[in-house]
């Protein structure tokens, strides 16, 4: 039962361009949302996070929207940046629960010159 | 300034073996948690810790122990290694039981069950 669903395996971007990930989430009891970023033989790193009583968070080039109605969030990327290119897992979290994540399947990003 | 250290970062065992993978944190954090990462599935939670001493069943804890006898360290032990326990084992911590601190990760241990 995947609680945290990232349904596009990849994406291609045109440097300079917008990129839009997505991720779905079963479990209401999810009160807290993460985007982390991970390269080829590294650990995961945090990009960004949202709490469910917001709909937006901004952090320079890297904005989170949250739709609790439709249980999705989206991370989009402007511009995008070759350096962007990297695995994109989306996670979650209820409150009291340990801090405990649960993640998606994950979507890779490539963004070409 | 280390973070996450995990060593080691490449084993390879044969099936039935066991072994030790050891996480160290220099964060000061509470809370550690052990996740694999298989190909198509993300990252699963193996095990975790709310504090030294004190250990929990994650999604996927069968075939896994643990041990967290000082705050910085965090211990995953294999038994008797089975082949479908190759993967990417990665381990993680963070301050607060507040879902809102970002784990920090390590660069993960690669181990292969031959």
């Known amino acids: 039962d995947q609680q945290v669903k990232q349904n596009s395996p990849s994406l291609s971007v045109q440097e300079g361009r917008i990129s839009i990930l997505n991720c779905d989430y079963t479990n209401s009891m999810f009160d807290y949302f993460l985007w982390y970023k991970k390269y080829p033989a590294e650990g995961p790193t945090f990009l960004i996070s949202i709490s469910s009583i917001k709909d937006k968070n901004e952090d320079g080039r890297f904005t989170v929207f949250l739709n609790k109605s439709a249980k999705h969030l989206s991370l989009h990327i402007v511009p995008s940046q070759p350096g962007d290119s990297a695995v994109y897992f989306c996670a979650a979290s209820g409150s009291g629960t340990a801090s405990k994540l649960t993640f998606g399947t994950g979507t890779r990003l490539q963004v070409t010159l | 300034n280390a973070g996450v250290t995990q060593t080691p970062k490449f084993r390879v065992l044969k099936t039935g073996q066991s072994m030790t993978l050891l996480c160290a944190q220099d964060m000061n954090h509470e809370y550690m948690y052990w996740y694999r990462q298989d190909p198509g599935m993300g990252l699963r939670l193996i095990h975790y810790?709310?504090?030294?001493?004190?250990?929990a069943k994650g999604e996927v804890p069968d075939g896994y122990n643990v041990s967290r006898l000082k705050k910085q360290n965090f211990l995953l032990g294999l038994e008797s290694a089975a082949p479908s326990q190759t993967s990417v084992y990665f381990c993680a911590s963070c301050w607060t039981r507040m879902s809102n601190q970002p784990q920090h990760f390590g660069d993960g241990t690669r181990l292969s069950i031959l």
């Open positions: 810790s709310v504090g030294e001493g004190t250990t």
